[in-house]
C-alpha cells in the first residue's frame, strides 16, 4: 500500500471514529429527567468530545497531507470547499460552541437538588442549535468528499 492510500485509510477511519460521536452527542441528553441523569450525560459527552478532538485533527492533518503528495487537489473546487469549511468548523468550536457552553457547564456544576432547573433548557436549546449548525457543515463535508461534484 502506497503512504497515499494509508492516508485515505486514515482519514476515512478517523472520520467515522470522530466524526460519528459528534453527530450523537447532541441527543446524549434528551432523555434526562434528574440532575443526576443529566450530569451523566455530559459527562459522557465530555469522554466523546476526546474522540472528536483526536478524529478532528487526523482529518486535518491527514487531508492536507494528501493535498500536499497530490497538488492537483488544490484546484479541485469540492477540496478547496471541504478545507474552508473544516476550518470554520474548526473555529466554531472555540468562537461559538465554548461560549454557549459555559452557562451550562456553571449551572451542572452550581444547581442543588435533582430537579432540573427551567434555565437548563433554554441554554441548552441554544448550544444545541449550533452544534446542530457544526453537524450539518460536517455532513455537507461529507458530502463533498463522496460526490466531488466541481
Known amino acids: 500500500m502506497a503512504l497515499y492510500d494509508w492516508l485515505v485509510f486514515i ?3 478517523s472520520a467515522i471514529a470522530g466524526m ?10 434528551r432523555g434526562a429527567r434528574t440532575m443526576a441523569e443529566l450530569n451523566h450525560a455530559f459527562r459522557l459527552r465530555h469522554r466523546l ?6 478524529g478532528g485533527i487526523l482529518l486535518l492533518i491527514t487531508g492536507i497531507w494528501m493535498g500536499a503528495l497530490q497538488p492537483a487537489l488544490f484546484q479541485q473546487g469540492w477540496y478547496i470547499t471541504s478545507l474552508v ?20 457547564k456553571a449551572m451542572l456544576n452550581e444547581h442543588k437538588g435533582d430537579d432540573i ?20 457543515l460536517f455532513l455537507i463535508i461529507i458530502v463533498l468528499m463522496i460526490l466531488k461534484p466541481f
Do not use: Q
Open 11 to 13: 482519514h476515512i477511519f
Open 20 to 29: 460519528g460521536p459528534g453527530f450523537a452527542m447532541t441527543f446524549m441528553t
Open 49 to 54: 468530545h476526546r474522540f472528536v478532538m483526536i
Open 85 to 104: 469549511l473544516f476550518l470554520v468548523a474548526l473555529a466554531f468550536g472555540p468562537l461559538v460552541l465554548a461560549p454557549r457552553s459555559k452557562p451550562v
Open 117 to 136: 432547573p427551567e434555565s437548563y433548557y433554554a441554554h441548552s436549546r441554544t448550544l444545541f442549535f449550533f452544534e446542530h449548525v457544526l453537524n450539518s
